[in-house]
């Protein structure tokens, strides 16, 4: 949980750099921009592996199962999130934008691990 922060935060203050520094768009566009774009960058990793594996295995039937979740899972939790955030500014009077952030943070929250007892 503690890295999705330190994730969240890197992204929030080159959001702020990429606004205030550089000007070349407003701080919640870039901030999307930033999380659209590492998602994407992942999710495209992940494809390179996938397909590595493949080629590698001689067989696509045979590829890496855990690489081909991955890219699903990050795929559909970020159509959620958008899903989300578009839905929140039908409901609430708030920037799209903001609405992402608070997204984004508040699936920081949210952890994935199980704990053994």
């Known amino acids: 949980m503690l890295k999705k922060f330190a994730l969240w935060f890197i992204y929030f203050g080159l959001s702020f750099l990429v606004s205030d ?7 919640g566009k ?7 774009g590492a998602n994407i960058l992942i999710i495209l990793a992940f494809i390179v592996i996938l ?17 081909f979740l ?6 559909v939790t970020l159509a959620i999130t958008l899903f989300a ?8 009077d708030i920037d799209f934008f903001v609405a992402y952030q608070i997204m984004t943070f508040g699936q920081c929250l949210c952890t994935d691990t199980k704990k053994d007892n």
Do not use: M, P
């Not at 870039?30 to 659209?36: D, H, R, S, T, V």
């Not at 991955?70 to 795929?75: C, E, G, M, P, S």
């Open 51 to 67: 397909v590595i594996a493949s080629l590698a295995s001689g067989n696509l039937a045979e590829a890496n199962g855990i690489s």
């Open 30 to 36: 870039a901030f999307l921009y930033i999380n659209l």
């Open 85 to 92: 955030t578009w839905g929140a500014t039908k409901l609430f």
């Open 21 to 27: 520094v550089f000007g070349w768009t407003e701080q």
């Open 70 to 75: 991955l890219v699903l899972v990050t795929a």
